[in-house]
C-alpha cells in the first residue's frame, strides 16, 4: 500500500489530513503549501492532489475548492503516517490519581468518565467477561429462523439465548452441530472453542459451522451478564459539529448506542487484537457512520484480556492525542482491577 505513495505524496496527505483535523474545513493549496514544508508550485502540489482524489483518498466537496479526507485516506493515514505524542503530563497524573484499586465497578465507571473528560469525546469500558464453560449445549428449533440454545454448565446451572439465524435449519442440523460440539469440546469455555473450531471445522458443511459461530457469539455473551460495558459522555458528540450538523448521521449514531449488541461487537473485535486498534465507520462490520471513529485497547486482569476500553467520537479527531489516553488507561485500569 505504501508503495503508491512517493514521500512528496505522503507528506501533503498528512499535513492535508492534520490540517483538516485542527481547522475542519476543506484544505486547499496555499494551505498545503504553507505547512507542508516542502517546496512545490501551486500546480505541482493540484496535480498530487488529483492522483490522491483518483486513489480515493481525499475528496472535494461540491462547495469548496478544497479537499477532505476520505475514510481510506484516514485509514492510510492512521496506518502509516500517524506519529502518536506521548502523553500530557497533566493528563497522565490525573488517570493515575484517580484509577486506583477499588471497588472493580467503581473503577471501570471512572476508565469510562476519564476518557470521556480528557478526550471530550463519549468513553466506553466493556466489563471484564465471567469465563462459562459447559457441560451440554442443545438447540431446539422455534420457528423457520428462530433457536433456542441451551447450556448446562458443568454445575448443572441452565441457561437459555435465543439465536436468529439468516437461514432456515433442519432439526437433522441441529442435532449434528449440537452433537459435534458436545462430543469435541465439552468443558471448556465459549471462547476457547471459538478459537478451537476457527481451525478445525473447515471441512464441514458450511450452514452447520454458521450455526456453531451463532452459538458461540451467544454463549460467550451468556458469560458477559448484566451490563456489558459503561459508557460515559455521549452527549458530548451533539456537541461535535461534524456529528450534529446532519440529522441523519446523528440518528445512526443514537441507534449505534441504543443496539448494544452493535457496540459490544466493535468492543469484542478490539478485545481479540494487540494494543491501539483504530475502527473508521463501518469497518468493524457495524453500520456506524463514515464520520465516526472508535479508538480502542484490550485490558487485563492478573495478565489475562477480559475486556476494552475506548474512545467514541468524530473521525475528524487528534489521534496522537487520543490514542496515548486510550492505551494509559487500558493499562492503569489492568494494574488498579489486578491490585484489587
Not at 496535480?47 to 475528496?59: R, T
Not at 469465563?131 to 451440554?136: G, R, S
Not at 450534529?244 to 440518528?251: H, P, T
Not at 491501539?276 to 462490520?285: A, H, L, P, R, T
Amino acid at each position: 500500500m505504501i508503495s503508491m505513495l512517493d514521500k512528496r505524496a505522503q507528506v501533503l496527505l498528512k499535513t492535508l489530513i492534520e490540517r483538516y483535523i485542527a481547522e475542519g474545513e476543506p484544505i486547499g493549496s496555499r494551505t498545503l503549501s504553507r505547512y507542508s514544508g516542502l517546496d512545490l508550485s501551486p500546480a505541482t502540489i493540484r496535480n498530487v492532489m488529483a492522483d490522491l482524489e483518483e486513489l480515493g483518498f481525499i475528496a472535494s466537496p461540491h462547495t469548496s475548492a478544497g479537499r477532505v479526507p476520505t475514510p481510506a485516506g484516514y485509514r492510510f493515514f492512521i496506518d502509516t503516517l500517524l506519529v502518536v505524542r506521548e502523553l500530557q503530563s497533566q493528563d497522565l497524573h490525573k488517570i493515575e490519581e484517580h484509577l486506583l484499586p477499588d471497588n472493580p465497578q467503581r473503577v471501570i465507571q471512572t476508565a469510562s468518565s476519564l476518557l470521556s473528560q480528557l478526550t471530550q469525546f463519549a468513553g466506553v469500558v466493556m466489563t471484564p467477561r465471567r469465563v462459562i464453560t459447559f457441560k451440554h449445549i442443545e438447540f431446539l428449533r422455534l420457528s423457520e429462523k428462530r433457536i433456542l440454545l441451551i447450556v448446562v454448565t458443568p454445575d448443572g446451572d441452565v441457561q437459555n439465548r435465543i439465536l436468529f439465524t439468516e437461514v432456515e435449519y433442519r432439526p437433522s442440523e441441529l442435532i449434528e452441530a449440537a452433537n459435534y460440539i458436545n462430543q469435541n469440546y465439552a468443558g471448556q469455555s465459549f471462547e476457547e472453542v471459538r478459537t478451537r473450531l476457527q481451525a478445525e471445522v473447515r471441512d464441514m458443511r458450511q450452514e452447520v459451522t454458521r450455526l456453531m459461530s451463532a452459538a458461540l457469539d451467544a454463549g460467550s455473551a451468556l458469560a458477559e451478564g448484566g451490563e456489558q460495558y459503561v459508557i460515559s459522555g455521549e452527549r458530548n458528540l451533539f456537541a461535535v459539529r461534524d456529528l450534529s450538523q446532519d440529522m441523519g448521521r446523528l440518528k445512526q449514531l443514537l441507534e449505534l448506542f441504543e443496539r448494544k449488541t452493535s457496540l459490544v461487537k466493535i468492543l469484542d473485535l478490539a478485545l481479540r487484537g494487540q494494543g491501539v486498534q483504530i475502527f473508521i465507520g463501518g469497518e468493524s462490520g457495524v453500520a456506524a457512520p463514515d464520520d465516526v471513529s472508535v479508538v480502542t485497547s484490550p485490558y487485563k486482569v492478573d495478565g489475562e484480556v477480559v475486556g476494552t476500553v475506548g474512545v467514541i467520537g468524530p473521525t475528524r479527531m487528534a489521534y496522537e492525542r487520543v490514542v496515548p489516553i486510550v492505551d494509559v488507561t487500558a493499562k492503569l485500569l489492568s494494574s488498579a482491577l489486578s491490585q484489587h
